[in-house]
């Protein structure tokens, strides 16, 4: 089975994007040992501290930004990062080539009881010659993307990553360290018959999407004529990553349970990277308006509605906001 470096090279990655990604997936490898250990290492329960969108953290939310943080900017390859657990953005080597995002850890409500999480990261041009130490740097759309990925800590540690040849799978092997190419190329099925949301939002959300989900649940005897199954894992990681193997379609819409947070995931840190891997794999991705991708971000924590994953489906529910 073909490693990293060797499949990244194959795909024209250079040394330094290489090297980057390594670095990635060094502080995860740590990350996923941690979690591994469990109970065991410390890294349960909450802190004293919220993030800058008002949640509280989690000690492995701290933990996993500070590796990914401290690792990443070690490189010297990255002018700067920008992290879901960070204020602002964080200034590295001024001559660097890219800008690094990332949500350190997905899930956080999953950590204590032992359920799928995981680390999502994306990875921008740096534009030549900018301040490092300015936010602006990062407002690009998500088609600027030199490549994104995300790492699964479940019963084994996964990686799906994309630098825009396709969307490829790589497995930890824990007793070589390393990642090992698993699927060449991830494909999601056009069509499915499962759907993942939180339904416990449904009074709060837009007609179109009530309606659509409601013409699902009407299942066989319903205008979609097929009975429908749902899940919902609670992590966005863990139900792409179901996506990414046997299709279906991922929705958190817009909600007015609270009017100030009407969207739920971040543009730069979740929609923007799981855009990236979903399309290379097949799929599509939207905000049920516009392709995700295409946003141009005002902000660096903005927060978007997002519908993803087998194409038919996504279009079936598009035809819902088109009416
Ligand atoms: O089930 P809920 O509470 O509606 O939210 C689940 C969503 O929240 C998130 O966990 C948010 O991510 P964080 O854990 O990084 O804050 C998404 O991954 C997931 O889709
Ligand atoms: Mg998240
Ligand atoms: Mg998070």
């Known amino acids: 089975m073909r490693r990293l470096a060797p499949a990244l090279r194959l795909d024209g990655a250079d040394a330094e994007l290489i090297d980057l990604i390594k670095s990635i997936v060094a502080?995860?490898?740590?990350?996923?040992?941690?979690?591994?250990?469990g109970e065991l290492s410390d890294v349960l329960g909450s802190t004293l501290n919220e993030n800058v969108q008002g949640e509280t953290q989690k000690k492995l939310d701290?933990?996993?930004?500070?590796?990914?943080?401290?690792?990443?900017?070690?490189?010297g390859s990255v002018m700067a990062i920008s992290s879901e657990e960070e204020e602002s953005t964080v200034a590295g080597n001024p001559e660097g080539r890219y800008l690094v995002t990332f949500d350190p850890l997905d899930g956080s409500s999953n950590t204590d009881i032992n359920s799928l999480i995981g680390?999502?990261?994306?990875?921008?041009?740096?534009?030549?010659?900018?301040?490092p130490a300015d936010p602006a740097i990062f407002l690009q759309p998500g088609t600027a993307q030199i490549a994104a990925g995300y790492i699964l800590y479940g019963p084994s540690t996964l990686m799906a990553l994309t630098t825009g040849k396709g969307t490829k799978m790589y497995t930890l092997d824990k007793t070589y360290g390393g990642f090992l190419l698993t699927t060449e190329q991830v494909t999601i099925p056009g069509v499915t018959a499962e759907f993942a949301i939180n339904m416990s939002n449904q009074r709060y959300w837009q007609p179109a999407m009530q309606s659509y989900i409601a013409d699902l649940l009407k299942g066989k005897e319903g205008p979609r004529g097929k009975n429908f199954n749902m899940r919902w894992i609670a992590a966005m990681v863990g139900d792409v990553h179901r996506i990414l193997c046997r299709g279906g379609i991922f929705a958190y819409p817009r909600d007015l349970k609270d009017p100030s947070k009407p969207d739920k995931l971040r543009l730069m840190y979740e929609a923007n990277p799981m855009s990236f891997l979903v399309e290379q794999a097949g799929g599509t991705s939207t905000t049920g308006y516009e392709r995700i991708m295409e946003i141009q971000p005002v902000d660096i924590h903005q927060r978007v509605p997002v519908i993803l994953g087998s194409k038919h489906e996504v279009e079936s529910c598009l035809q819902y906001h088109q009416a």
């Not at 502080?27 to 250990?37: L, N, P, T």
């Not at 701290?62 to 490189?75: A, F, P, R």
């Not at 990261?121 to 030549?128: D, E, G, N, R, T």
């Open 27 to 37: 502080a995860c490898k740590e990350i996923s040992f941690r979690v591994g250990q």
């Open 119 to 131: 680390t999502i990261f994306s990875i921008l041009p740096a534009p030549k010659g900018a301040d």
């Open 62 to 75: 701290v933990i996993s930004n500070e590796l990914l943080k401290d690792l990443i900017l070690e490189t």
